[in-house]
């Protein structure tokens, strides 16, 4: 068979809305926004340029059910572009586009094939070869059985079949369970790709043949970390190359920060600032938690007096006379100097706030929520930003309930 070469993509979760970052001015928010549609654009810049077979996208394309007009009429205008340049699009949508919300219909073009509720194959022809494409969209949010049964065998030796599949590996836990399969069930189906969507790290499953989670195309809080983007994939007959094209504008991580030997302010603010600076000559913007590590006991103490708030504003402003694109949006300090002094009430404390859920956390800050003026100013407590709130709480616990004090 003739080789072909498509785009392999996921969970673009476009129009949103960056709610879990804390401490971020409006004007920072709505850049990062728009980071989801510069990634957006990339793909597409990247597709028309390179001329792929066809492209596949399989799942959450919008990060939410109503699909919002704007994130509609990009996808929208990207794939007429897509269309002009002769290239079929496959699509599917996942539990966050899917096809029970309201949303305000668009006309896509002809060149988009969108799988409907049921498992179903689109077979196209592509340089004599034929490619059969099966899969499914969302009927509903929570698509909590498999589907996987629903697939049918490949049955033509002389054609490329390929699954799309927005959903978890059984027995992942780290995630909710979507449409759940075992790479046994996959490997049953005899296809030469497995195309998935659902999980955002990226990854490879299986190699002979390929099951890949692309992962999404830009990270949207600290725990999506590090460049994202999509597989230009290559098949000929059993062969698979595959390669990863970024597409993030802004990246998130965690950078460490050494604070062994520092004794003045200044020297600190610059480690930070090279810290950040060196990250974003290699990887472009940041969005970076600084972790504060060998605190010693000279460290210690510069850190003490300071209010992590006016840190924070002084770094981020050294940052903002160097040449890197950054954005700082906590700063951890690793209290390895003080940890050891902490009370067992202290200890305690914090063991009981690890053991808490989303629903207590809400119950702990209920007051604060229901309060008419403070609640304006809060961020939803999602679970990253409880995460926030917990990596943040629990040193100035163990500070405030050092033994000895
Ligand atoms: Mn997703």
């Not at 004007?27 to 510069?38: E, F, G, I, M, P």
């Amino acid at each position: 068979m003739a080789p072909i070469r498509f785009i392999h993509t996921a969970d673009l979760h476009l129009g949103s809305p960056f709610t879990g970052i804390s401490g971020l001015a409006s004007a920072q928010r709505k850049k990062l926004a728009d980071t989801v549609y510069q990634a957006f654009d990339t793909l597409i810049d990247y597709s028309v340029r390179e001329e792929p077979d066809f492209l596949l996208i399989a799942g959450d394309i919008y990060d939410g059910e109503d699909r919002t007009l704007r994130a509609q009429y990009r996808f929208q205008k990207g794939m007429e572009r897509l269309k002009e340049a002769g290239i079929p699009v496959i699509i599917c949508h996942g539990n966050h586009d899917h096809l029970d919300g309201g949303w305000t219909r668009f006309e896509l073009p002809g060149n988009v094939h969108v799988f409907d509720g049921g498992v179903t194959s689109h077979s196209f022809t592509v340089s004599g070869n034929k490619v059969t494409v099966t899969g499914f969209s969302y009927d509903k949010r929570h698509v909590k059985e498999a589907k996987i049964h629903e697939f049918p065998q490949a049955d033509e030796s002389s054609a490329y079949h390929i699954g799309m599949l927005h959903g978890s590996m059984d027995g992942d836990s780290s995630h909710a369970v979507y449409a759940p399969f075992k790479k046994e069930q996959l490997l049953s189906k005899n296809y030469q790709y497995w195309a998935l969507g659902h999980i955002h790290l990226r990854q490879i499953l299986h190699t002979d043949p390929y099951i890949v989670y692309p992962g999404n195309i830009q990270g949207r809080h600290r725990k999506e970390t590090g460049p994202k983007g999509f597989y230009d994939v290559r098949l000929e007959n059993a062969e698979t190359s595959m390669e990863f094209i970024r597409t993030s504008a802004v990246c998130f991580d965690s950078l460490e920060v050494s604070c062994k030997g520092i004794i003045h302010m200044n020297e600190l603010i610059d480690a930070c600032t090279e810290a950040v600076e060196k990250y974003t000559a290699e990887n472009d913007a940041v969005m970076a938690v600084l972790h504060l590590k060998d605190v010693d006991e000279h460290s210690a103490e510069l850190l003490e007096g300071v209010p992590a708030e006016a840190l924070l504003e002084a770094i981020q402003e050294a940052i903002e006379s160097s040449a890197a694109e950054a954005w700082i949006t906590s700063i951890i300090m690793e209290d390895a100097y003080s940890e050891t002094r902490v009370s067992a009430i202290g200890e305690k404390i914090s063991a009981t706030m690890a053991e808490w859920d989303q629903t207590d956390w809400k119950r702990v800050l209920k007051d604060l929520y229901q309060h008419p003026k403070a609640s304006r100013y809060l961020d939803s407590l999602t679970e990253e930003f409880i995460e926030e709130l917990a990596a943040e709480a629990v040193p100035k616990i163990h500070k405030a309930m050092r033994a000895g004090d």
